[in-house]
């Protein structure tokens, strides 16, 4: 017999229907990476908080007077 150097690859005759890995119920892609230590944890984001509206408020009641509604062009 034929010793395979990667067994993941086997040869089926082109005419016949091929063979069907059978799915495991009850097991996930996450389980499986947990159970392969191959699993990230997510690095924590610190997300500014906006202290209020009245924030906002002083950033909008800018000046307006720099803006010229008179269209001389």
């Known amino acids: 017999m034929e010793q395979r150097k990667n067994p993941a690859l086997v040869q089926e005759a082109r005419y016949e229907p091929a063979i069907v890995i059978p799915i495991k119920r009850g097991s996930s892609l996450i389980d499986w990476l947990k159970a392969n230590n191959r699993l990230i944890p997510r690095e924590t984001v610190?997300?500014?908080?906006?202290k209020?509206?009245?924030?906002?408020?002083?950033?909008?009641?800018?000046?307006?007077?720099?803006?010229?509604?008179?269209?001389?062009?």
Do not use: A, N, R, Y
Request: hydrophobic share 25%.
């Open 52 to 73: 209020s509206d009245d924030d906002l408020d002083v950033l909008m009641d800018g000046d307006d007077d720099e803006f010229d509604t008179d269209d001389d062009d």
């Open 46 to 50: 610190e997300v500014e908080k906006v």
